[in-house]
Nanobody, 125 residues
């Protein structure tokens, strides 16, 4: 599956953005999906994940209560709604996919075989 992330941009602290990740290829609905982010000089950080059915979602501690992941399998797209943005959310955001994540390992980036190109999110103070 090929992934194309979009929706990044520049926003003031407290604002909102919605990222999209469009997938091409077969059987998107069978893929577990995730968002990770990478700030300059820092390691890739887990943001959120959603199972293939959309039934289960997972969030990193730093974004809980502010970000919401969702998916539309009919449109082959996963979304990340980001509210109450903070300057520390500034990073390149990547979407990732894999057919089956080992339960309990959704935050492990090595689980994901397919990655999009990333979209820049910049939050000004």
């Amino acid at each position: 599956v090929q992934l194309q992330a979009s929706g990044g941009g520049l926003v003031q602290a407290g604002g909102s953005l919605r990222l999209s990740c469009a997938a091409s290829g077969r059987a998107f609905s069978f893929y577990d999906m995730a968002w990770f982010r990478e700030a300059p000089g820092k390691e890739r950080d887990f943001v959120s994940a959603i199972t293939w059915s959309g039934r289960h979602t997972y969030y990193g501690d730093s974004v809980k209560g502010r970000f919401t992941i969702s998916r539309d399998n009919a449109k082959n797209t996963v979304y990340l709604q980001m509210d109450s943005l903070k300057p520390e959310d500034t990073a390149v955001y990547y979407c990732a996919a894999v057919q089956k994540v080992i339960p309990g390992h959704y935050s492990d980036y090595s689980e994901y075989a397919n990655w999009g190109q990333g979209t820049q999110v910049t939050v000004s103070s």
